[in-house]
Structures are given as C-alpha cells and as structure tokens.
C-alpha cells in the first residue's frame, strides 16, 4: 500500500487490547467528557479541545471531512478492544510531500498508565512506516509532559532537541521536538525491538 491508499478506505487498526476507528457522532459526548479534567487539557492548548458538545460535533465532524475530503488527516478513536468503551484520540496529520508526519494524541485521565497509548502509538508508528511509506514521523511535548515525553520514547521516537516557548494557544512552553525515522524503526524491528 502507498500513501495515497491510506485514504481510500478509512484503516482500521487492530492492537492486542485496542481498536483504532473512525469517530462519529454518537463519540461526541464521551469526547467532551475526557477534557472536563484539567490534566487532560493540561498541555493540549486551548484551541485543541472541546468546551461543550457543539465544538465536540463540530471537531468530529471537521476530522471526518478532512480525511474524506481533504485527505490531510487521520483522526482515530481508541476504544478499548473488549468493551468498545471510547478512551483517547489519535491523530497522524501535517503531511509533507507525502513523507513526513505528525502525531498528536489524549486519552481520558481514568486510562492512563495502562500503557495504551504507547500500545496506539507503536500501531500507528507501523502503519506509518510499513503502510504509508512515510520516511519521518514527529511529535511534540512540552518539557513538563514527562508522560508524553515516555510514550514517545518507548515508542522509538529520538528527542532532536528543545523547540523554546514553543506556542500553545494562550501560552509558551519550552517543547521537545521528537522523531522517529523509517530506518530507526526498520532497524529495531530487525534488531528484534518492540516497536
Ligand atoms: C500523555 C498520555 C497520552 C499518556 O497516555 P498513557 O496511556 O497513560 O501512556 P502509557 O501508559 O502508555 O505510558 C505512560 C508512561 O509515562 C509514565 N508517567 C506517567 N506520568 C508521569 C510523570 N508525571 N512523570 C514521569 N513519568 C510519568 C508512566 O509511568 C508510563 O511509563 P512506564 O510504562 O515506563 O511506567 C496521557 O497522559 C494524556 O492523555 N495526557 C493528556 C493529553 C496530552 O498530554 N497529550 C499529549 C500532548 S503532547
């Protein structure tokens, strides 16, 4: 499969304990539930998250299009494989020249821990590499997230370096930049490594 196919059908992916799919409206409500905790929202900025369920409607609804329409992103919802009960939200979005990417992530404070977003992150790190053909996959973490920062770490993800009061809607943080590189995961799969 090549990039483009990656916006064909919308892809579905499957992990041990997760399913990453599409979100619809039905999601909304649960969606605007996970940012009524502050740590949530924490590093998100105020622009990335849901204040009532209109924005929640309205956020859903502009993820769909754009993928469908616009082919730009994808927006996953993880639900939980045995329940099907909604905790985060994962999105691989800002291609470049049909090579590089982003990655942004939250999950609902009553998760974390469990190691789901790493298990997310590592099958969209595949996906990435081994499906779309990226040659670059980046994220962000402000300093303070030593959480995310983990994730990405686990995940294979190296840290370039610290992008300074870096912007966040209504504030600036000193920010991580982190990347994994289509050698870096080809190279720990051969070497055996969980990524
Ligand atoms: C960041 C986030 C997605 C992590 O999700 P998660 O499912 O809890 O992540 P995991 O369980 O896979 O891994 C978290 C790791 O961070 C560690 N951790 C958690 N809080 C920490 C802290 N305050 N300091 C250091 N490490 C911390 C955990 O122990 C775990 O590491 P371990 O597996 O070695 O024990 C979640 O905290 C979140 O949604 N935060 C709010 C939104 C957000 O910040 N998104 C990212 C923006 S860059």
């Known amino acids: ?20 799919r599409s979100m619809s409206k039905d999601d909304a409500l649960t969606y605007l539930q996970w940012f009524s905790t502050k740590e949530v929202r924490e590093f998100l900025g105020s622009l990335a998250y849901p204040k009532n369920i209109e924005e929640s409607l309205r956020f859903i609804d502009n993820m769909n299009g754009i993928y469908f329409t616009k082919k730009r992103t994808i927006c996953w919802g993880i639900a939980l494989k045995e329940s099907n009960e909604l905790i985060g939200r994962f999105e691989i979005c800002r291609f ?18 469990n190691g789901y977003m790493t298990e997310a992150l590592r099958a969209v790190v595949k996906f990435g590499f081994e499906i779309m053909d990226l040659h670059r996959i980046e994220a962000t973490a402000a300093t303070e997230n030593e959480a995310s920062a983990k994730v990405l770490h686990k995940a294979g993800f190296i840290t370039e370096g610290i992008l300074r009061k870096y912007n966040y809607g209504n504030e600036f943080r000193d920010t991580y930049i982190m990347s994994i590189l289509n050698e870096d995961y080809f190279s720990n799969v051969v070497n055996g490594q969980n990524v």
Not at 1 to 20: G, N, S, V, W, Y
Not at 96 to 113: G, L, P
């Open 1 to 20: 499969m090549a990039f483009k196919d990656a916006f064909k059908t919308f892809p579905i992916i499957e992990t041990k304990r997760l399913i990453l």
């Open 96 to 113: 470049i020249r049909q090579s590089m990417a982003e990655v942004a992530y939250s999950m609902a404070k009553e998760h974390w821990n």
